[in-house]
């Protein structure tokens, strides 16, 4: 009985950190999700622009096309 006694709060103490490394983790995933969606939606605003940017320049050197 004296060990349960000692382990038992040593078992809580691990399941706390582990629930909140699982939270911080979280957020960070979150964070890294949204970095994501944002960097992707610059991306496909930047290939719209060069593909513009490309016709663009077909129209001024007949020598691209």
Same mark, same amino acid.
């Given at each position: 009985?004296? @060990? $349960?006694?000692?382990?038992?709060?040593?078992?809580?103490? #691990?399941?706390? &950190?582990? @629930?909140?490394? $699982?939270? &911080?983790? +979280? /957020? !960070? #995933?979150? !964070? =890294?999700?949204?970095? /994501?969606? +944002?960097? !992707?939606?610059?991306? #496909?605003?930047? &290939?719209?622009?060069?593909? $513009?940017?490309?016709?663009?320049? %077909?129209?001024? =050197?007949?020598? #691209? %096309?």
């Amino acid at each position: 009985m004296t @060990d $349960e006694a000692i382990t038992q709060p040593t078992i809580q103490t #691990l399941l706390e &950190r582990m @629930d909140q490394m $699982e939270e &911080r983790l +979280t /957020v !960070r #995933l979150d !964070r =890294i999700d949204s970095m /994501v969606h +944002t960097t !992707r939606g610059e991306m #496909l605003a930047m &290939r719209a622009d060069f593909s $513009e940017l490309r016709g663009q320049l %077909k129209e001024l =050197i007949p020598a #691209l %096309k």
